[in-house]
C-alpha cells in the first residue's frame, strides 16, 4: 500500500513557513526550497520528474502575487560584500516623527546569521536607503556585530 502524501497545499504551507525561516521571498526561495525535495517527497504531485520541480517552482514563486501571502514577507535584498561573500536580509523600519529605527535579520545561504540594528536620521524619503548602507556596511567588517542570535 502506498503511503499517503500530504496534497499539494500543504507543501505550499510548508513552503511559506521554510521561506519565512530563511530570509526568502516567494521568488527568491522557490528555487532553494524545490531542490530540497526529495522526489518522494513530491511523489503526491504526479509524476515526479523535472517538469513537475519545474511547475513547482513556478508555483511557488507565483505565490509572491498573491496579496494574502506577500503582505507575510518583509522586504528581502541582497548583497555581495567585497570578499565575495552572499548575503540576505529582510529589513524592517520603525519611523519616528524625526528619525528611524531598524533591524535586520541576515542570512547567508541557509544559515541564519544573526540581527543587525541601527538608527538615524533624516529626509523621511531617505530611510529605507539609509538603513540598508548601514547593514551592507557592517557586512563588510570581518566580524559583523549582531546584536542578538
Known amino acids: 500500500m502506498k503511503p499517503t502524501q500530504p496534497p499539494a497545499h500543504d507543501l505550499r504551507l510548508q513552503f511559506i513557513d521554510w521561506a519565512k525561516q530563511h530570509g526568502h521571498s516567494p521568488q527568491t526561495g522557490a528555487a532553494p526550497f524545490v531542490d530540497l525535495q526529495s522526489d518522494y517527497d513530491l511523489s503526491g504531485e504526479q509524476p515526479t520528474g523535472d517538469g513537475v520541480r519545474e511547475r513547482l517552482r513556478r508555483d511557488l514563486?507565483?505565490?509572491?502575487?498573491?496579496?494574502?501571502?506577500?503582505?507575510?514577507?518583509?522586504?528581502?535584498?541582497?548583497?555581495?560584500?567585497?570578499?565575495?561573500?552572499?548575503?540576505?536580509?529582510?529589513?524592517?523600519?520603525?519611523?519616528?516623527?524625526?528619525?528611524?529605527?531598524?533591524?535586520?535579520?541576515?542570512?547567508?545561504?541557509?544559515?541564519?546569521?544573526g540581527v543587525l540594528t541601527g538608527r538615524g536620521s533624516g529626509p523621511r524619503s531617505n530611510y529605507?536607503?539609509?538603513?540598508?548602507?548601514?547593514?551592507?556596511?557592517?557586512?563588510?567588517?570581518?566580524?559583523?556585530?549582531?546584536?542578538?542570535?
Open 61 to 113: 514563486a507565483a505565490l509572491g502575487q498573491e496579496s494574502d501571502v506577500a503582505v507575510q514577507f518583509p522586504p528581502v535584498y541582497a548583497c555581495t560584500n567585497s570578499r565575495g561573500e552572499q548575503y540576505r536580509y529582510s529589513l524592517m523600519l520603525v519611523i519616528a516623527e524625526d528619525s528611524v529605527e531598524w533591524t535586520g535579520r541576515v542570512w547567508r545561504g541557509l544559515d541564519y546569521q
Open 128 to 149: 529605507t536607503h539609509l538603513a540598508r548602507m548601514a547593514i551592507e556596511r557592517e557586512l563588510e567588517l570581518p566580524q559583523p556585530h549582531y546584536t542578538r542570535g
